[in-house]
């Protein structure tokens, strides 16, 4: 009875497995013999982001926050950790950069961006900015075109020519606090501001461009996959995973404070700056282990 049962099985595989590589749309080689452009978003490792909707976030009631901590972080794309969010440098194989990403929702108006201001960030009409005055100010070479239904002006930029390579770090701004009423130490990103580092004739200089908030970009984020590994080109998340799970590398540069000053104006010896650095973490650490008694 047991090998009637086996038999029975195997041929019920057999015949599974037929039907089902029959079926072309989940095929792994398309028509020409190429790997099909579907295959990333196909595999178990992954995931169709198309429509994807990110994981939404408890947001506690005011009173129910009785501590928070402002941290502003610099992520440094140079860093290996880092390299998913600048690579490719121009996009191919379903995939872009994090910058690029952003340029390109700037442009079709999809995203609104902010002024980056000295010591204060101000997200309202009165500090947006333009896709327009983004490419004058930072000499962003661009073809202009009209439009044939509204006859607007439109400003086209060449895959090539989107900054990505110069933008090499992020300053994210983010807000730890312990909810009560779910008794949870957490942590939000707030915003990013992307940071443009180029040779000029005063030396190399760095740029941060504008602030983005990310609340509205993660829908676009969630729906944006990422390789993160040389080893499984199947495995790709999107980058809001990366950003939720807090899967990059990153330095303090600043916490909030009376005087509202960064660390490189309360320090000049690099030494003193990763010790206030590390005073900062451990603080945040601390909070979250004394709130506990074993």
């Given at each position: 009875?047991?090998k ?6 195997v ?7 037929a039907?089902?590589?029959q ?6 080689f398309?028509e020409?013999?190429?790997v ?9 490792t ?22 928070q901590?402002v941290?502003?972080?610099?992520i440094d794309?140079?860093?290996?950790m880092?390299?998913?969010?600048y ?27 902010y ?6 960030e ?12 983004l490419?004058?100010?930072y000499?962003i ?30 300053y ?8 009560k ?7 939000k990103i707030?915003?990013?501001?992307p940071?443009?580092?180029?040779e ?5 200089q760095?740029?941060?461009?504008f602030w ?19 080893r499984?080109n199947?495995?790709?998340?999107s980058?809001?995973?990366l ?7 990153s ?7 009376i ?9 000049s010896?690099?030494n ?7 005073k900062v ?12 008694e074993?």
């Open positions: 009875m047991s009637y049962f086996k038999i029975l099985f041929g019920g595989m057999m015949s599974f497995a039907s089902y590589a079926t072309g749309d989940n095929s792994f398309d020409s013999g190429e099909s452009e579907e295959v990333a978003t196909n595999l178990p992954s995931g169709p982001k198309e429509g994807l909707e990110p994981i939404e976030l408890l947001n506690p009631r005011a009173d129910d926050v009785y501590w901590k941290v502003y972080r610099t794309l140079r860093e290996k880092n390299y998913p969010f690579y490719p440098e121009e996009s191919s194989d379903n995939r872009q950069s994090l910058f690029t990403l952003m340029f390109r929702l700037v442009q079709d108006g999809k995203i609104k961006v002024e980056y201001l000295d010591a204060r101000i997200f309202n009409d009165e500090h947006l900015v333009s896709f327009k005055d490419l004058e100010k000499e070479i661009n073809k202009v075109q009209k439009d044939s239904i509204t006859n607007d002006s439109v400003f086209v930029v060449d895959e090539s020519d989107v900054p990505n390579r110069d933008v090499i770090k992020y994210v701004k983010e807000v730890w606090y312990f909810d009423i779910t008794s949870t130490f957490n942590v707030i915003a990013f501001c940071i443009m580092v180029k000029t004739e005063l030396g190399i760095k740029f941060p461009l983005i908030p990310f609340d509205k970009f993660r829908p676009f984020l969630s729906q944006t996959e990422v390789l993160v590994t040389d499984n199947g495995a790709r998340p980058f809001d995973d950003f939720i799970k807090r899967r990059f590398s330095y303090i540069y600043k916490e909030s404070n005087q509202n000053r960064n660390l490189l104006e309360y320090y010896d690099e003193d700056i990763k010790k206030e650095q590390e973490k451990t603080l945040l650490i601390n909070y979250e282990n004394d709130l506990w074993y």
